[in-house]
């Protein structure tokens, strides 16, 4: 039998919330308020790496897109919308009939699979940007998980890695605050013996030939009521990095 990232469990309960994917105020509405700090974050470092031109309505034009874990397809749909030929992956096929129809009612051509990186590194394929976003936390083999991520990524290309960091701040904050007291998501969303490190993710990224670019932390500015970008790497970040050409 081959090595697999699948965890059941966490299937299990994405599935079960696979209806509200789409729904701003429901279960995934911190994933909506924190979507556009994400994407805009991702579109820049796009824009930057592949000289891109910011005057055009679809400035990604020809770039190829893998989001791993891409859920409903919140990140898909805005990424095709602005030019590149998206992949969307996720191993709970609920999920990919959700995107699916989604993405069919807003008249987007985009490329679902129930599948997994692994496979996808087994049958081949690259990528010029490779999509890991909030998704390392609920597989298991994460040594095998960040280097089927890493071989899907291109000579030249880039990887954007999102999750959440290993601290006592993190435990009250996105654990204890997020689920239990402010019933931002479900309990049990996240268990924070997963989380990982800066360096541990740095670890995992060049041991697979990858270069990390930089860190940027990711924080909710509650009177604002929304997330920014910030140098504060202690809860939320994002690492990039690429594959030299």
């Given at each position: 039998?081959?090595?697999?990232t ?6 299990a309960k994405f ?10 105020k429901?279960k ?35 770039l ?73 936390e609920?597989?298991?083999?994460v ?10 990524v ?33 309990k ?5 013996r ?16 990858l ?26 970040y994002?690492?990039l ?5």
């Amino acid at each position: 039998m081959s090595e697999t990232t699948i965890n059941d469990a966490e299937i299990a309960k994405f599935t079960a919330m696979a209806e509200e994917w789409w729904n701003p105020k429901g279960k995934f509405k911190p994933l909506h308020k924190f979507n556009p700090v994400r994407l805009s974050y991702i579109r820049d470092n796009l824009i930057s790496h592949f000289a891109r031109d910011t005057t055009v309505m679809r400035p990604l034009e020809g770039l190829k897109i893998v989001d791993i874990g891409c859920g409903g397809g919140l990140l898909c749909e805005p990424l095709t919308r602005l030019g590149a030929t998206v992949t969307g992956v996720d191993a709970a096929e609920r999920n990919i009939t959700i995107a699916k129809i989604h993405a069919e009612k807003s008249g987007l051509d985009i490329d679902y699979r129930v599948t997994t990186s692994e496979a996808l590194v087994a049958a081949g394929e690259k990528f010029d940007v490779v999509l890991n976003m909030e998704v390392v936390e609920h597989v298991d083999n994460v040594p095998l998980y960040m280097k089927s991520c890493a071989d899907l990524v291109a000579p030249g290309g880039l990887m954007f890695t999102a999750t959440l960091n290993r601290t006592a701040r993190a435990y009250a904050l996105a654990v204890v605050g997020a689920e239990y007291v402010l019933r931002w998501l479900p309990k049990g969303t996240h268990d924070w013996r997963k989380f990982l490190t800066p360096d541990e993710i740095h670890s995992l990224i060049t041991r697979n030939g990858l270069k990390v670019i930089e860190d940027k932390g990711v924080v909710f500015h509650p009177i604002a009521d929304e997330w920014k970008l910030s140098d504060d790497t202690g809860i939320n970040y994002m690492v990039l990095a690429n594959r030299p050409a």
